[in-house]
């Protein structure tokens, strides 16, 4: 069974520069988890979507960012625009239902310039 | 809001000696503990979880115990080896539905 994929695995770009990172979980998994994680510290939840509807938004920073799981199954996860402190490691995690052991990607390294 | 302090922040452990982490948490509805294990540059994994109707769990080497009177949980790795070198966090699934992670312990295994 393959697991999460996430790409790009790393990005550089210039700060006020739009980003976009994708996840495909694993299949079946109707849960889909984004996660931030700073260089040291724990995964810190963005967004989490039961199918196609995100379910808890309530750390996304809506200015600048997004997230859509149109038909339920890939994830993209936007930011516009970058800013120095959104380096760090996007963590993509599915999981078969909300109360079921989460499964990470490898992740997408930001460093913004 | 919720969240889960982590102790020690780093462990060194001569090989084959034993190594604990402990973790506590505030929201007392919470009811499912996980345990993940991240080597650098790696995903983090799962090695081990408990849920609240139980207060030990082990599985080889690695054991959880869990004191919900208390709010706290710990990780209890023996015979420790190199390759249980890594950045472990703990977890607290809490009563909004929300994995909540402690800041993580650095564990290195001297040979």
Redesign the interface.
């Known amino acids: 069974e393959a697991g999460?994929v996430q790409s790009p695995r790393y990005k550089i770009i210039e700060k006020k520069q739009p980003v976009a990172f994708w996840c495909n979980p694993i299949s079946g998994h109707n849960t889909l988890?984004w996660y931030l994680q700073n260089l040291?510290?724990?995964?810190?939840?963005l967004i989490?979507y039961e199918n196609e509807e995100a379910v808890?938004d309530s750390q996304l920073p809506k200015d600048r960012f997004s997230a859509e799981r149109l038909k339920g199954v890939d994830s993209t996860l936007k930011i516009q625009p970058a800013e120095l402190g959104d380096s760090a490691v996007y963590?993509c995690a599915s999981s078969h239902g909300?109360?079921n052991?989460?499964?990470?990607?490898?992740?997408t390294r930001l460093t913004v310039l | 809001g919720e969240n889960v302090e982590?102790h020690p922040s780093t462990l060194s452990v001569q090989e084959g000696d034993s190594a604990v982490i402990k973790c506590t948490y505030s929201d007392s509805a919470s009811n499912?503990f996980?345990w993940?294990k991240q080597e650098l540059g790696?995903?983090?994994?799962?090695i081990i979880?408990i849920r609240s109707n139980v207060g030990e769990k082990k599985d080889q080497r690695i054991a959880v115990t869990l004191n919900k009177t208390a709010k706290h949980f710990s990780l209890h790795i023996t015979e420790t080896q190199p390759e249980d070198s890594a950045v472990y966090?703990c977890?607290e699934?809490d009563s909004?539905?929300?994995?909540i992670?402690?800041?993580?312990t650095r564990l290195l295994v001297r040979p």
């Not at chain 2, 909004?96 to 994995?99: D, F």
């Open positions: 999460v988890y040291g510290q724990g995964p810190e939840l989490r808890d963590l909300q109360y052991e989460q499964f990470f990607g490898p992740g | 982590q499912y996980p993940y790696k995903r983090p994994q799962l979880d966090f977890a699934f909004s539905y929300k994995l992670f402690g800041s993580g």
